[in-house]
Nanobody, 125 residues
């Protein structure tokens, strides 16, 4: 059974930091990513990391504030978020693909065939 289980969400003040983690089990993934979805908005790409060479990809607006990393031995992927803003409030989802994927497609939800249940991040002003 394939599972992606997120943890680490919560309430933080603007300017603060949070670290999200995602534990993957049941399959070997080629790429893993974080997406987020705020109320009334579409799910948007945050960051991705390839499992083979740990190359990272970010949404431009989050580059420098968010850092994606992985521990391949532990099958976990993390998202370190700093300088958080109220507009970063959303449910954050971990996603994984078991297929070979072109990097140009890392930014799209349909690329990923497994998803976690999400973890809420709320940033107060």
């Amino acid at each position: 059974q394939v599972q992606l289980v997120e943890s680490g969400g919560g309430l933080v003040q603007a300017g603060g930091s949070l670290r999200l983690s995602c534990l993957a089990s049941g399959r070997t993934f080629t790429v893993m990513a974080w997406f987020r979805q705020a109320p009334g908005k579409e799910r948007e790409f945050v960051a991705a990391i390839t499992w083979s060479n740990l190359r990272t990809y970010y949404t431009e607006s989050m580059k420098g504030r968010f850092t994606i990393s992985s521990d391949v031995a532990k099958n976990t992927v993390s998202l370190q978020m700093t300088g958080l803003k109220p507009e970063d409030s959303a449910v954050y989802y971990c996603a994984g693909s078991t297929d070979g994927v072109w990097s140009a497609n890392f930014y799209y939800t349909h690329t990923y065939n497994y998803w976690g249940q999400g973890t809420q991040v709320t940033v107060s002003s």
